[in-house]
């Protein structure tokens, strides 16, 4: 128990800080570790990381929402279409073998965490201003469904690629895109955990348990940071979190 409790606190640790740095999902740090270590299935690994997701995404969503950082309006829009196709992800995800899910989400994070260093996103809010209201509206749409399969298949990608989407092709402000991520995210991984284990079988209630406190706990303490520092710091911040997660999962999964 002392083992299993141990590997979850861990696990909670690299994903609370994924979620209130980054808006990354808990399944990226989660899903490997309980695979690896505690020799958990791998459909409902990615079940018990989503669990986890909630909470801390719905903690750091509120944060940044105080902070006047989180577009809920263009999020709503998003949201809709990722919560669909999350399901339509899962459904896909419960037909393949173990080994098939989750290497994607390891090499995402990585890159994503060195684009962040060699490359920060400097825009600002008045910049996202510019863009109108419909290509917004069609990007949301269309990047929704993209992200909600992948949500839903691999359950750690969905919060990488909101983050690159609405950084890069929505031109959102660091800040503002996280808050945006982790307040989609929040419902994505309800949608998510509640159908892996309706299609799957009931999780192991101790590993989901510390998982949800131990990544609860790391996220409330990253989205308050996050929100205090600058761009600039809170870039190569969010790129050294997901760097290193990246790498030890990458060792975790292969060495």
């Known amino acids: 128990m002392l083992y299993k409790l141990f590997i979850c606190f861990v696990a909670g640790i690299g994903a609370g800080l994924g979620t209130g740095f980054a808006g990354m999902s808990a399944a990226a740090v989660i899903s490997p570790m309980l ?35 989180l577009d809920i309006k263009n999020g709503l829009v998003m949201m809709a279409f990722v919560l669909c196709f999350t399901l339509v992800g899962s459904w896909a995800a419960s037909l393949l073998p173990n080994s098939t899910m989750g290497g994607f989400s ?24 510019t863009v109108s209201r419909k290509k917004r509206i069609l ?8 992200i909600g399969l992948i949500c839903g ?34 419902f994505t991984a309800l ?16 590993c989901l348990v510390f998982c949800v406190l131990s990544t609860l706990l790391w996220a409330r303490i990253a989205a308050k940071f996050a ?29």
């Open 227 to 255: 929100n205090k520092a600058s761009a600039i710091i809170l870039n190569r911040a969010t790129g050294v979190v997901l760097t290193i997660l990246g790498a030890a999962i990458l060792a975790v999964n292969y060495l």
């Open 106 to 129: 390891t090499f995402m994070t990585l890159l994503l965490g060195i684009k962040f260093i060699v490359r920060p996103v400097m825009t600002t809010k008045e910049n996202m201003a």
């Open 191 to 206: 949608t998510g955990a509640v159908s892996h284990f309706t299609i799957g079988s009931a999780p192991d209630p101790w």
């Open 139 to 146: 990007q949301s749409m269309i990047c929704g469904v993209v």
């Open 35 to 69: 695979i690896t270590f505690l020799g958990v299935p791998a459909y409902e690994a990615v079940g018990i990381a989503l669990a986890s997701d909630v909470l801390a995404s719905a903690v750091s969503a509120y944060t940044y929402g105080k902070n006047k950082n």
């Open 153 to 186: 298949f691999v359950g750690a990608g969905g919060g990488m690629m909101m983050l690159l989407i609405l950084t890069s092709v929505l031109g959102y402000e660091l800040k503002t895109a996280v808050g945006t991520s982790v307040f989609i995210m929040t």
